[in-house]
């Protein structure tokens, strides 16, 4: 007879990995907005689409840090260690990604899949956050 | 300070001086209660402050969806943390009390206060540890103000609480230098955001618009330094009233004499102090 299957344990994130995550989302925002000011000083426009879609990114991962920081003390995740775990590894390759990128069309596609990130994060769905960390990583060049 | 640390230890040896002539309590209660919420009140500030700078940018620059923060969160957290640090005032003001053999005799603000600390589900992990222990602190004071606990219970107290005080600074010492820190560093990055982009864009004709704008980005950072300083004193602060108290644990445990309690509690009241004074003189600038 088969063994049902057992669902994944779910778990509340501890204050230190709660800190992580908002200082992971931090420091991709600093990264975006230092890609923003460089593109700025090489001669774009502060109303150009590309500079304003990426002070936006800049806004909505400021403020996914904050979140993280200030609420949400019973943010519970399925395999949370694990998600964690992707999480982190994702979103240090996205910050090594941004690191001195001059390419604004890469910086744009590697906010947007971080934010997506932030997305599913909120839905706590483990499959959703697999997915979008294997997304942030694909757009910063890694493959996990 | 050689002529008081001197007095001090003399008084101490001709047994007049209590607990709390020695170990400064009721000086610290008073001086926190100033202190402590200067720099916790801008966990809201900080929010206000992002988004004048959002509001101030211009509409073209920045995504028609994108709206400015929602500040209650933080509200909440400042509202929550003065409380906190509200009741870590008392229960050195109680011990001063009690070492100085005056009653404690303010069961009903205790009651009111109880109540009004109740745990938030919406706050951060580091804030509702913080609501947690000071609820215990708050209950053990009510208690004792209710079994009229005098001088010879003061060592009890302390004892009982040790745990409760270990568990509120720390966790007010991870609010303020690791949340709060984290929020500042948006901020900074706001500022950035806000001022050297116009900046790099400057024509030659705007010198003079500018200067005025260096000027002013520099008085912004200059305000962040000091916030960022004060996150420092406030860890430095809690750091002290946590070693502080479980050294009085322990002495009170070996019923040591008041000369040993003034010889071990000494560096760290000077310390304590200092830190306090750190952050009173930068909310005195201008």
Partial sequence: MKTPPVPPATTTLSDDQMQTLAQSFHDIAMEIGQVRLSAIAAGSRLTDPAIVQLQGYVYSLMNVAASLAIQDANLTLANADQAVAQISLATKAADHALDKLQSIDKAVSIASSVIVLAMAISTKDPSQIESAARSVAKAAGLAI | MRIVAGATFLLAANGCVNLDDIAGLSKLSDRARISLPRVSNDVAGTCARQNALFENTPQAERPPAQQAQDCKPYQAIADHLAKDESVLADYFDALGKLASNKPMGYVAII?????????????????????????????????????????????????????????????????????????????????????????????????????????????????????????????????????????????????????EISKQARPLVLSLNAALSDIESRSNQP
Avoid at chain 2, 168 to 178: D, E, G, P
Avoid at chain 2, 197 to 203: D, E, H, L, N, R
Avoid at chain 2, 205 to 218: D, G, H, K, N
Avoid at chain 2, 238 to 247: F, R, T, V
């Fill in chain 2, 111 to 259: 009651e009111a206060n109880v109540t009004a600390i109740g745990a938030n589900s919406s706050l951060s992990a580091n804030a509702a540890s913080a609501g947690d222990a000071a609820q215990l602190i708050l209950r053990s004071l009510a208690d004792a103000a209710t079994k009229g606990y005098r001088k010879k219970q003061l060592g009890q107290l302390i004892q009982q609480n040790d745990p409760a005080i270990q568990s509120l600074t720390q966790a007010l010492k991870k609010v303020i230098t690791a949340d709060y820190a984290l929020l500042l560093s948006n901020e900074e990055l706001s500022l950035d955001s806000f001022y050297k982009g116009p900046m790099a864009s400057a024509q030659p004709s705007e010198r003079l618009t500018l200067i005025l704008v260096q000027r002013q980005y520099a008085h912004d950072r200059s305000a962040m330094q000091f916030r960022k300083e004060d996150i420092t004193a406030y860890g430095k602060v809690m750091d002290d009233i946590s070693a502080l108290h479980a050294k009085l644990k322990q002495e009170a445990e070996t019923k040591a004499s008041m000369v």
